[in-house]
């Protein structure tokens, strides 16, 4: 899966400014590459947890549809895990056509990792970040 | 009988096709958490059942999104 760097940098800072509650958003994209992303409100408002209003995700997908994006992948943040999918995000992910980025604040740094989740099956995506600093 | 499905034209071959059996089609294996809007409007799931299409109709679904850390 391709994202650009810019759109990487979108979803940490809003994992950063969302902290320490869990942020969420939807990640688009155009000519195969994701190069947007729809910071979506948390309406649990948790550091633990995170859900979207529908209404609000039909309007956010409604909008990519009308300038010409696709939404290609889901993403929250761990403010205090690992970027890997949680026993609750695994049960969760009922649509098998996304991917599940996760953005962990946990380290020093923060990590961005992908997932196709099917079931219990949790497959890490490789993630190609276009336009970074080999 | 043509109506559109998540911004998609589509042509139902069936002559009478509900909310549940359009989820059905487009292999929806959990009904329960799909979210449905019909011309702009969300329809409850108890409706499902007996919401009919009609031609013309513009139906978008999508999946509820949670998850969590803990």
Redesign the interface.
Known sequence: MKITKETVDEIIAHGRAEAPLEACGYLAAKDGIICRSIAMRNVDASPVHYAMDPAEQFAAVRNCRTEGFSIRAVYHSHPESDAYPSAEDIRLAYDPGLSYVIVSLAGNLPTVHSFTITGETVLQDHLEIIGAEK | MQITV??ETEELQEPAVNLSRLLELRRVE?PE???V?LNGE?VDMTNYPTTFLQAGDDV?F?????????
Do not use: R
């Open positions: 998540n911004g959990s958490m799909v979210a809007q969300f978008d999508l999946y509820f999104m949670g998850g969590g850390s803990s």
